[in-house]
């Protein structure tokens, strides 16, 4: 028998392969959709407007900016339906047959807004935004899911980042494509809504030669000779009675639970705990804003005094640093420790959102203020990256056992999906009122000037 200390943190090829599978089939697309109709916004809008027109119906600007947190709302809004599917359809399915019948949920989407300009419909495309969000809602559980009980104990933190990593990736591509020179543009914006199907397209083809989870195929379909066959090809050795018998000991133990649901889980003492981190972690990682960013990256950056043709810039920028925080926290993650990186995550959002607001109310007094703000977003896309946006679904896979995890991944996404929705359609509204105040305040400047009761400005 060899050493169990040689096989500590063994990566096999298949391991890598079911994880860089499932994460580009899934993960990259819940961050692609995030971002993708941020850049082209203007263009969309004036497509909204224009088949409006066409439908002898006119658009005031506070229908169309309804319309716009419709499009962008109906996202978080599928992907909390989908956070609703996970615990049926990964218990029934399991891990990897749920993520291929997801693909469903992302093909037809991708070709209803690929032809929405064609069937001259921005009814078509809310509709997508929707289904592709159920998508989202599914993979962003399904995967860290997965991945989790694939991975040995001592991968398992690095392997749950992967999937949030892909997650920052998709986010960047879709604001590389989202340059005007690229396809942020008229021309262009169909084609990038339709890319989403082809990751769904790649992973059809590849996950059915990745194996099921072990845990699920002994635990929940008592089927021994699979799972052992998929636990010998994950860990790349014959010798895996130490990890055939430890998933016995939990299905012997867990055999007079049952599978608990949802309502069950809120019931039980002895989670309740587990059951309230879970949901101050998604509640706290989606509140917090950082949606916002990549949804109206452009239009925040705009606000902020960046100029017109630097935004799709910073935007990348912003985008780039993301990625690469994350790439960071995949390595760091297992030194570090969960809660810590949380705390700082936690506490360098804090301290980037208190300085930004600042920054924001000074900006036109102060010339420079535009590049503190600009420092500010990037500062904070920095803390959530490296612990509230990677770390809860690692949390949530590791301090529930195989009959609570469905119910609990599907209480931390129902959570982290709603607080998603209240962002996205928040967020334009409280924008729109802004201009608003800001406009109505320069006009009674104006009229002030006018009748007298301020001192018109001296000309030379």
């Given at each position: 028998?060899?050493n ?19 994460a ?12 993708v ?42 992907g ?11 218990n ?6 749920t ?7 992302s ?7 690929g ?52 997650i920052t ?12 020179n ?9 084609i ?12 059809l ?30 860990r790349?050795w ?5 990890e ?7 299905e ?9 649901s ?13 059951l ?19 949804y ?17 810039y ?28 949380l ?21 036109e ?16 896309v ?39 929705f209240?962002?996205?359609?928040v ?8 201009c608003s ?23 030379s």
């Amino acid at each position: 028998m060899a050493n169990p200390e040689e096989r500590k943190g063994k990566l096999t090829l298949l391991l890598a392969a079911a994880t860089l599978i499932s994460a580009f089939g899934s993960s990259f697309q819940y961050g692609y959709n995030v971002a993708v109709i941020n850049s082209p916004a203007p263009d969309m809008q004036r497509f909204y407007q224009n088949v409006s027109e066409s439908r002898n119906s006119t658009v005031s600007e506070g229908v169309l900016t309804l319309l716009w947190s419709l499009t962008v709302s109906m996202f978080p809004l599928g992907g909390f339906f989908g956070s609703l599917l996970i615990a049926p359809l990964v218990n029934n399915l399991g891990r990897k047959g749920t993520l291929l019948f997801n693909n469903i949920f992302s093909v037809v989407p991708a070709l209803l807004m690929g032809v929405s300009e064609v069937l001259e419909s921005f009814e078509v495309i809310i509709l997508g935004r929707f289904i592709v969000g159920i998508c989202a809602g599914l993979s962003s559980n399904v995967v860290p899911m997965y991945l989790g009980e694939l991975a040995p104990r001592n991968l398992r933190g690095a392997v749950g980042i992967v999937p949030q990593l892909f997650i920052t990736i998709g986010i960047l591509t879709a604001q590389v494509f989202g340059i005007r020179n690229i396809l942020g543009n008229a021309e262009g914006w169909p084609i990038m809504l339709s890319l989403t199907g082809v990751p769904a397209l790649i992973e059809l083809i590849l996950l059915p030669f990745c194996p099921e989870s072990p845990r699920y195929m002994l635990i929940q379909r008592g089927d021994e000779n699979n799972a052992r066959t998929a636990l010998q090809r994950l860990r790349g050795w014959k010798d895996v009675e130490d990890e055939m018998t430890e998933m016995r000991l939990e299905e012997q133990s867990e055999r007079a639970e049952g599978q608990l649901s949802v309502l069950k889980l809120f019931t039980f003492r002895s989670l309740r705990w587990q059951l309230v981190s879970i949901i101050i972690m998604n509640m706290g990682q989606q509140l917090s804003g950082v949606n916002a960013i990549y949804y109206y990256a452009d239009s925040i950056f705009s606000s902020a005094g960046v100029k017109e043709n630097d935004v799709q810039y910073v935007t990348v920028g912003t985008g780039t640093v993301n990625v690469l925080m994350t790439f960071a926290a995949v390595f760091i993650v297992e030194a570090s420790g969960r809660r810590l990186l949380l705390l700082i995550g936690f506490g360098i959002c804090c301290a980037a959102c208190v300085i930004l607001t600042v920054a924001l109310s000074l900006q036109e007094t102060l010339y420079w203020m535009p590049y503190v703000s600009i420092g500010c977003v990037i500062i904070y896309v920095i803390g959530h990256a490296i612990g509230p946006s990677p770390i809860p679904t690692v949390i949530t896979s590791e301090i529930f056992r195989q009959s609570s995890r469905p119910a609990a991944f599907m209480v931390a996404g129902s959570v982290h999906w709603l607080s998603n929705f209240t962002v996205g359609l928040v967020f334009p509204f409280l924008e729109w009122l802004k201009c608003s105040q800001q406009t109505k305040h320069k006009g009674h400047q104006v009229l002030k000037k006018i009748v007298g009761l301020v001192p018109k400005e001296r000309t030379s």
